[in-house]
């Protein structure tokens, strides 16, 4: 015999078994739709952030410009040393530290390569470190070369001063790697224009003014970082231009620093990072206040915001990292008699360089004949490329890669730094080293952290690039 069941009752039956598989249909729809998001939007990323104040407290002495007489008087901004760590879904680690200084000299790189790898067990290809080259920041002596010929209070100030540095780097990467948390991750592009080729025809040679005719990169490249929330947690930015707006006696970022402070205003959440590009022959114009350091900032903050607004590559492969030297060869190395006849030139600066490279040749037997310098890739999949170059490296090379590579499918998006890892010399195109000048050669006399007679030879550029398309055709297999 059958239960009977009133119609009414049969009614609320059905309408929550209906409610039940709706609500489930629902959370199953939910899920899938959140799977599909972090996979699109790369939330399998986690990344850290942190930046460190590395002003001198002291008045200490500049970098950039030989003709300084004096120490710093005081600063119209703080410097920074920051630091982003990220880590793909398969947990591998790439660290990248921008300062806001003049160069990374190699010792500085083999410091922090070493304590990356013995505090988080990481290689140095997971390593980038990257100097605005601000002229307007302290001097770093790290070798003996760059500390002969120097008073000793001066040199006193320059090793507290670096011993500090180090201490630093080593707490924001900590810090940063503290901070580790999911975010979708995007590269984005715009344009900015106030950088202008600073290599002009006189005469037989080159001289430093604007060349309007010259070759320039006015690619501005950008990472945003972004967190579940949705709040930007950190944004990193490119441009290749020297860091010469300013040549005053305080401490400042210039350009570069006002576009992260700025930046970071607009952001409230985000730190900001400045990745300089091959900009070693190409000047910001013009220049020579604070007022336009101000403008060309804010000039590069809003590029870097139009960018954002772009339609993004959404980035979601995981990282191949890699990180090797090439030889450079220098020309032929000069003979004592030679040096000997340039140790007595009126020229101080040339005078002291033969000097120096006489006392090399003294206790070392010969000149540098060679120099070992680091290039770099960071592959984000097939979605992005970015090549990392060393020295001051002029823009011939970023104009290169990107004509040869822009095309190539399994290389993405392009993005080129100079810079990096190890600011040893100049870096001229065979363009700009047979043609001579300030970049071509003529600037080793003032580098002294290696020491080098100079010029490179000519096959220069092509080491560089050869280099480069090893380490792309090694990732791609």
Partial sequence: MFNSVSPSTAFKRVTLTCTIDCRLLY???????????????????????????????????????????????????????????????????????????????HTLRDYLENY??????????SLL???????CGPEIRTTRWSEDANHSDRLTLARKYVAILKTSLAAVIDSATGRLEPVSLVFCHSRCGFAMNRRTPRGSGFINFPNPEGPVDHDVPVLKFTAADGTIKGIIFGYACHNTT???????????????????????????LFVLGCGADINPYPRGTVALAEIH?????????????????????????????????????????ELITRSRSSNSYESLHAERLLKQLDQ?????????????????????????????????????????????????????SGYS????AYLPSRRVLLEGGYEGGGAMKYFTTVLQHGPFASDIEQRIIGKVNQLLQRSSQ
């Fill in 27 to 105: 959370l199953l729809f939910l899920f899938l739709f959140l799977l599909a998001d972090s996979t699109l939007y790369g939330a399998t990323w986690r990344a850290g952030f942190a930046k460190h104040v590395i002003t001198p407290a002291e008045p200490t002495w500049m970098a950039g410009y030989a003709s300084r007489n004096r120490p710093a008087e005081g600063k119209i901004g703080e410097l920074y040393a920051k630091a982003m760590v990220l880590e793909d879904v398969n947990k591998q680690r790439f660290v990248l530290v921008t300062l806001d200084l003049i160069s990374v000299p």
């Fill in 116 to 125: 990356v790898h013995d505090q988080f067990d990481l290689p140095p290809a």
């Fill in 129 to 135: 470190i990257n100097c605005s080259h601000t002229h």
């Fill in 246 to 272: 300013l040549g005053i006696y305080k401490f400042s970022g210039d350009y570069a620093g006002v576009a992260q402070k700025q930046l970071e205003n607009t952001y409230a959440d985000a730190i900001a």
């Fill in 297 to 337: 900032g804010t000039t590069l903050a809003t590029s870097v915001q139009a960018a954002l607004q772009t339609t993004p590559t959404i980035l979601n492969e995981p990282l191949d990292l890699s990180y090797e030297k090439v030889k450079l060869k220098y020309s032929p190395a000069p003979s004592k008699e």
């Fill in 364 to 416: 070392q037997g010969h000149l540098l004949t060679e120099y070992n310098a680091p290039v770099q890739v960071i592959r984000f999949g097939k979605q992005l490329t970015w090549i990392a170059l060393p020295g001051e490296t002029c823009v011939d090379y970023s104009l290169r890669l990107k004509a040869e590579l822009e095309n190539h499918k399994d290389l993405g998006r392009l993005w080129v």
């Fill in 421 to 424: 890892n190890d600011v040893f």
